[in-house]
């Protein structure tokens, strides 16, 4: 089964900058698609940004212009750049992938999830 680790969350001041990283390991073959949603406490997870295969990204309301998200598809590997952090993006900050592993036998489509990495941004 494939894994996803994040890494460069931390904190910051408001106006400062972070970049997330995430590498999916494992039997991986390829990623169809690796983004990056995030999650406030008692709040529904939200999209933040994603990037498909052919280089097509999507950002949630109001990001586009402060975030990047851009990968590298030959290391399965996603980073989200983030610029003037404001304190409402403090959230635990979440990889997921859709990717295709093989299990010596057989492929396998998975959705996975990274463990979160907490981004705090103070004023």
């Known amino acids: 089964q494939g894994q996803l680790v994040e890494s460069g969350g931390g904190s910051v001041e408001a106006g400062g900058s972070l970049r997330l990283s995430c590498i999916a390991s494992?039997?991986?073959?390829?990623?169809?698609?690796m983004g990056w949603f995030r999650q406030v406490s008692g709040k529904e997870r939200e999209l933040v940004s994603k990037?498909?295969?052919?280089?097509?990204?999507t950002y949630g309301d109001s990001l586009k212009g402060r975030f990047t998200i851009s990968q590298e598809k030959s290391k399965n590997t996603v980073y989200l750049q983030m610029n003037s952090l404001k304190t409402e993006d403090t959230a635990v900050y979440y990889c997921?992938?859709?990717?295709?592993?093989?299990?010596?036998?057989?492929?396998?489509?998975?959705?996975?999830w990274g463990q979160g990495t907490q981004v705090t941004v103070s004023s």
């Open positions: 997921a992938a859709e990717c295709q592993t093989w299990s010596g036998t057989t492929y396998s489509r998975e959705k996975l």
């Open positions: 990037i498909n295969s052919d280089g097509i990204t």
């Open positions: 494992g039997p991986i073959v390829a990623c169809r698609e």
